[in-house]
T-cell receptor, first 114, second 112 residues
Framework: QKEVEQNSGPLSVPEGAIASLNCTYS??????FFWYRQYSGKSPELIMS????GDKEDGRFTAQLNKASQYVSLLIRDSQPSDSATYLC??????????????FGKGTHLIIQP | KAGVTQTPRYLIKTRGQQVTLSCSPI?????VSWYQQTPGQGLQFLFE???????NKGNFPGRFSGRQFSNSRSEMNVSTLELGDSALYLC???????????FGQGTRLTVV
């Protein structure tokens, strides 16, 4: 069973601090990794994509990937109350027939405290 | 640039009926994927279409089917609806497999 694991939270972070969200995945051959943000009652919104080991920065967001450890994370700097949402980690898994489509974790509920 | 459009936004159906959902991808995107989101199971992959061909399929019964037209618009059909099919159905548009995918607003299906 190919899986993506996330801590469901809630993760509570003070405003202005760094929020750190983590994700592990089971498929060693995965090459594409994504972070989505989902507000209650809304559809997921793509925040970051990462394909290579290391860090990728976009504004206040940094995605980190370590394929050897099968670990991907998202850092949110200078957290704002508007960052309060559920963050979904998505990994493109593969099977004998090729890509299986994105496998999502259950999401981490992030709360930014004013 | 227009985003991903899903219609209808809300549906209420009775057990045993069938339903068709529609998705228009971002202009130029040829890949459309469908996902089911429920509180218990989270987001689960249903299937992906690329250039009118189903590329892969998730672990769902045959009651769930789809198709894609030459203009990349896609439809998803669920036959013989069950109560457990109540969910948010999401369509994602991308330029291809493995690259960034963008979701539509979803269709909220309620089966009674």
């Amino acid at each position: 069973q190919k899986e993506v694991e996330q801590n469901s939270g809630p993760l509570s972070v003070p405003e202005g601090a760094i929020a750190s969200l983590n994700c592990t995945y089971s498929d060693r051959v995965s090459q594409s990794f994504f972070w989505y943000r989902q507000y209650s009652g809304k559809s997921p919104e793509l925040i970051m994509s990462i394909y290579s080991n290391g860090d990728k920065e976009d504004g206040r967001f940094t995605a980190q990937l370590n394929k050897a450890s099968q670990y991907v994370s998202l850092l949110i700097r200078d957290s704002q109350p508007s960052d309060s949402a559920t963050y979904l980690c998505a990994v493109l898994m593969y099977s004998g027939g090729g890509a299986d489509g994105l496998t999502f974790g259950k999401g981490t509920h992030l709360i930014i405290q004013p | 640039k227009a985003g991903v459009t899903q219609t209808p936004r809300y549906l209420i159906k009775t057990r045993g009926q069938q339903v068709t959902l529609s998705c228009s991808p971002i202009s130029g995107h040829r890949s459309v994927s469908w996902y089911q989101q429920t509180p218990g199971q989270g987001l689960q992959f249903l299937f992906e279409y690329f250039s009118e061909t189903q590329r892969n399929k998730g672990n769902f019964p045959g009651r769930f089917s789809g198709r894609q037209f030459s203009n990349s618009r896609s439809e998803m059909n669920v036959s013989t609806l069950e109560l457990g099919d109540s969910a948010l159905y999401l369509c994602a548009s991308s330029a291809g497999t493995g690259v960034e995918a963008f979701f539509g607003q979803g269709t909220r299906l309620t089966v009674v």
